[in-house]
Antibody, heavy 119, light 107 residues
Framework: QVQLQESGPGLVKPSETLSLTCTVS??????????WSWIRQPAGKGLEWIGR???????DYNPSLKSRVTMSVDTPRNQFSLKLASVTAADTATYYC???????????WGQGTLVIVSA | DIQMTQSPSSLSASVGDRVTITCRAS??????LNWYQQKPGRAPKLLIY???SLQSGVPSRFSGSESGTDFSLTINTLQPEDFAIYYC?????????FGQGTKLEIK
């Protein structure tokens, strides 16, 4: 069974960089069949797709966040990561990592991790 | 970006009812439309991918269809566990945008 688990600080100061890692089990991030994505959800609001990365390192980011987002893949550790720079209170949300394909959608998700941006 | 307009934003129904949620894409997305269910405090769960294909383990009372750029999720014979928020998502072209969500509540 594929499982994903987000980890990282739950509190980040304004203007700093949010850093999260997603650890994958039951599959390999090296797999070329899937992309690995990040989605976020402010409390009580809808889902926002942040971006995706393939094992090759090829990535696509949401234009609304593109200037601040960096994603990477760590194949030896079977992890992928998200960095979001210059955060503000508007970046406070639950962040999810997921596995997906364009045809099959995002089929496995992590449980989510709440990140609060506050001084 | 492709905009996904989902309706209604909320819906009240009773156990045993049949309900339909719709999602309209701002441009053609072929059949790259997925539906997710989210319960409080939980991650979204994939129900349907590619417009009408049922994800493994999802009950057959869930179904999806399309008509041009309009897509629908139908739930037949609502069960108590179906009361949740439902989202559509296009995976035709990044960024993979979601609809605003439909909250399905018990009447």
């Amino acid at each position: 069974q594929v499982q994903l688990q987000e980890s990282g600080p739950g509190l980040v100061k304004p203007s700093e960089t949010l850093s999260l890692t997603c650890t994958v089990s039951g599959d390999s991030v090296r797999s070329g069949s899937f992309f690995w994505s990040w989605i976020r959800q402010p409390a009580g609001k809808g889902l926002e797709w942040i971006g995706r990365i393939y094992s090759s390192g090829s990535s696509d980011y949401n234009p609304s966040l593109k200037s601040r987002v960096t994603m990477s893949v760590d194949t030896p550790r079977n992890q992928f990561s998200l960095k979001l720079a210059s955060v503000t209170a508007a970046d406070t949300a639950t962040y999810y990592c997921a596995r997906g394909t364009s045809f099959f959608g995002e089929d496995f998700w992590g449980q989510g991790t709440l990140v609060i941006v506050s001084a | 970006d492709i905009q996904m307009t989902q309706s209604p934003s909320s819906l009240s129904a009773s156990v045993g009812d049949r309900v339909t949620i719709t999602c309209r894409a701002s441009q053609s997305i072929a059949s790259y439309l997925n539906w997710y269910q989210q319960k409080p405090g939980r991650a979204p769960k994939l129900l349907i991918y590619a417009t009408s294909s049922l994800q493994s383990g999802v009950p057959s009372r869930f179904s999806g269809s399309e008509s041009g750029t309009d897509f629908s999720l139908t739930i037949n014979t609502l069960q108590p566990e179906d009361f949740a928020i439902y989202y559509c998502q296009q995976t035709y072209s990044p960024p993979y945008t979601f609809g605003q969500g439909t909250k399905l509540e018990i009447k």
